[in-house]
């Protein structure tokens, strides 16, 4: 069937370090990939997006690249800051329909 | 830009009880869905609607029922809690049409079912 793996959290980080976030899937046909991020207390928006094989998305210093060979959308950022702290969630959109398929969401804390 | 608007942010009901909550976007966009928030089962889609008049199930639709009468509302009854549906939910719509298009969520409505 269809799904989405990430991997489990919580993730700590110090300042400035490296994030690699692993996200791979299982999907028929096309599916479009996507990175929510969930902040304390609020619903989840849209940061990045990737709908072919070898597109790179990126917003906010944040990138992943949609691999298809890998069936993988790994989320990168070069140096995380206390402001990235929140809940990460890989998600795809299975093509021909209107249904989208969650992670579980990766919690992430950045120390200052 | 109110965007989606999900009232109440909080409930607490006993079970067998029966609530509404309310979800509305003021994008004109045609989809709109409904999702249950788990520990350590991320997203789950309730239901979902493609336009006014169309609604359909997703993965979790049993104890849930939907009606889609205008564009802008997209209301999700419970008819007789159970404390499984202790969870917060989230309303959702689409920019843009099929899945590569964007979405955007409400802040969300915790509800407990004591």
């Known amino acids: 069937g269809n799904s989405v793996t990430q991997m489990e959290g919580p993730v700590t980080l110090s300042e400035e370090a490296f994030l690699t976030i692993n996200c791979t899937y299982t999907?028929?046909?096309?599916?479009?990939l996507f990175w929510y991020v969930q902040y304390p207390g609020e619903g989840l928006q849209l940061l990045l997006k990737?709908?072919?094989?070898?597109d790179k998305g990126s917003n906010k210093g944040f990138e992943a690249t949609y691999r298809k060979e890998t069936t993988s959308f790994h989320l990168e950022k070069g140096s995380v800051q206390v402001s990235d702290s929140a809940v990460y969630f890989c998600?795809?959109?299975?093509?021909?329909?209107?249904?989208?398929?969650f992670g579980t969401g990766t919690r992430l804390k950045v120390l200052a | 830009n109110a965007g989606v608007t999900q009232t109440p942010k909080f409930q607490v009901l006993k079970t067998g009880q029966s609530m509404t909550l309310q979800c509305a976007q003021d994008?004109?966009?045609?989809?709109m869905s409904w999702y249950r928030q788990d520990p350590g089962m991320g997203l789950r889609l309730i239901h979902y609607s493609v336009g006014a008049g169309i609604t359909d199930q997703g993965e979790v639709p049993n104890g849930y029922n939907v009606s889609r009468s205008t564009t802008e509302d997209f209301p999700l009854r419970l008819l007789s809690a159970a404390p499984s549906q202790t969870s917060v939910y989230f309303c959702a719509s689409i920019k843009g049409t099929g899945t590569s298009g964007e979405l955007f969520f409400g802040e969300g409505s915790r509800l407990t079912v004591l």
């Open positions: 994008m004109n966009h045609e989809y």
């Open positions: 998600a795809l959109g299975l093509s021909g329909t209107y249904k989208y398929i």
């Open positions: 990737a709908t072919k094989a070898d």
């Open positions: 999907a028929t046909g096309y599916p479009s």
